[in-house]
């Protein structure tokens, strides 16, 4: 340790490389005391600090049936790029606090690109901001910017690797407009797939934007946990969960349901009144010898007869997804996945479908895609090739063309 301290300071005018002597070993010692009296601490707890999060982009080919493009950008709101900072601190052995603050970018966030738009900056944006105190015991209680209780509980339950890359949310492709042959129409796909818990064009995961609130989830009972939460004014959540390994199979479930009357929850308003009930189910089986897997998951939204600002009524809707495929390790770079999805979402009319007319619509998107993950270095490499369609009734419109796209991005954890 005395060579160490004398090398860090042979810069220095006074210091003197060859100079091992006592002094030396007192001057790192007095150093090292100074640098513990400087660590975060509350009382004699020390707070232990982590840093950690993902960059990830995406290169992005579309076709909308006449025009054709390519652009780059992030994966979405929520599972966008971001850096996640987490404290932690032990009061006894049953009892500890702490804290998460998760910035996320949203530069080149994919649900503002469309045919005329290739670069949706919206900067940096604080996506969680809370603290908790957890008891081994008792569970816990988290207070601020939070994922509230039944947040993705279906679609977080696709453990195959590939659920940030393909899932039953909207995150790219929503923002074009439809074309109707050569006319580019005022609509957007997302228009065909709303969510009013939220008043935003998700498709699924209709009550998945965190906001704050306060959180208790229970201890882990056997796989299974329970959580509820009260967020803004009013949003009420609850949900169970489970995860574990039952013959042979690896098994993940999720239900959740929430309730939301708060008309401003995502400005602008588009109603009086609110009162949107949202129940989602999800589900996982993983074959564990083979590999073999399936995902599933629902979403039903009732609105109540509320009606939009103009007086139409919103819509009850519904959507469902579906993902098979295998996941293997056949090379030593790490586990590879292949997959193959659909999804429909019926009757999500926005404020500007009823306005133009739409009286009911059916939404249907495919796919297929490969993963590669790179153990060595904590990251994925993916492409993916997406078709979506819908038909639309009572808007007086003819055939819509398909939109296409390819997409091959990569993720690296930190």
């Keep these: 340790m005395c060579a160490i301290a004398a090398f860090t300071s042979a810069g220095a005018p006074s210091a003197k490389a060859a100079d091992f002597g006592g002094d030396c070993c007192a001057d790192l010692e007095e150093r090292v005391a100074e640098l513990e009296a400087t660590t975060v601490r509350r009382g004699t707890r020390q707070v232990s ?108 339950t696709d453990l195959s690797g590939t659920q940030l890359i393909a899932n039953y949310v909207l995150f790219d492709g929503n923002g074009f407009f439809l074309r109707q042959d050569e006319t580019l129409l005022k609509l957007r796909w997302g228009d065909f797939a709303y969510c009013y818990s939220q008043q935003r064009p998700w498709g699924g995961d209709c009550d998945g934007i965190v906001m ?38 690896k098994l993940a479930l999720g239900l ?8 401003q929850i995502q400005p602008p308003p588009i109603s009086f009144q609110k009162h949107s009930e949202y129940f989602q189910a999800g589900g996982y089986a993983q074959h564990l010898a083979t590999g073999l897997f399936l995902h599933a998951a629902y979403g039903s ?45 019926l009757d999500q009319l926005s404020p500007a479908a009823l306005n133009a007319g739409a009286t009911g619509s059916e939404f249907a998107r495919w796919g297929f895609g490969a993963a590669q993950e790179i153990d060595s270095a904590a990251m994925t490499l993916w492409i993916k090739y997406r078709q979506q369609g819908v038909d639309i009734a009572g808007a007086g419109l003819g055939d819509i063309e398909d939109f296409r796209y390819v ?7 930190f």
């Excluded at 997409?407 to 954890?413: D, E, Q, R, V």
């Design 407 to 413: 997409t091959a991005g990569g993720l690296i954890n």
């Design 256 to 263: 959740g349901y929430s309730s939301n009357t708060d008309s």
């Design 212 to 249: 704050e609130g306060v959180r208790y989830d229970t201890p882990n009972f056997g796989g299974f946990s329970f959580a509820a939460s009260y967020g803004k004014d009013d949003d009420v959540e609850a949900a169970a969960r489970y995860q574990g390994d039952v013959g042979g199979f």
């Design 49 to 156: 600090i982590t840093i950690s999060g993902y960059i990830t982009k995406q290169v992005m080919a579309w076709d909308d049936g006449v025009e054709s493009n390519v652009y780059v950008s992030d994966i979405g709101p929520t599972q966008a790029s971001n850096l996640r900072i987490s404290g932690n601190a032990k009061i006894s052995a049953d009892w500890s606090a702490g804290f998460l603050v998760r910035l996320q970018d949203l530069n080149n966030n994919p649900m503002g690109l469309n045919q005329f738009n290739d670069n949706a900056n919206l900067g940096l944006n604080t996506q969680m901001s809370f603290w908790y105190l957890q008891s081994k015991t008792f569970g816990k209680v988290s207070v601020g910017k939070n994922a509230l209780a039944s947040k993705s509980a279906a679609m977080f």
């Design 301 to 345: 939204e009732d609105n109540n007869n509320e009606t939009i600002f103009s007086g139409l009524t919103e819509p009850d809707t519904h959507h469902w997804y579906l993902k098979g495929g295998i996941r293997r390790q056949w090379n030593a770079l790490g586990h590879t996945v292949l997959y193959g999805e659909y999804g429909k979402y």
